[in-house]
């Protein structure tokens, strides 16, 4: 899964995201370890199991 940064702020190391996929049922937290720049992305590997998500499908972020 991949988050894109489409806020106009950086987002500091240490700053927790949550997310939601809703259609497969999945959540979970993610925690900056360094600044994220606008329009900038993060690669979460692995975070919703075997779960593939084919076409892509967009997810539900917030700061926690």
């Given amino acids: 899964m ?3 940064h489409c806020g106009t702020g950086v987002l500091l190391e240490g700053t927790v995201i949550g997310w939601n996929v809703p259609f497969a049922r999945m959540e979970g937290t993610h925690t900056l370890t360094r600044p994220l720049d606008p ?20 997810c539900i972020a917030s700061l926690s």
């Fill in 2 to 4: 991949v988050l894109h």
């Fill in 39 to 58: 329009g900038g992305m993060v690669a979460l590997s692995a975070v919703l199991g075997s779960s593939y998500v084919s076409p892509s499908k967009p």
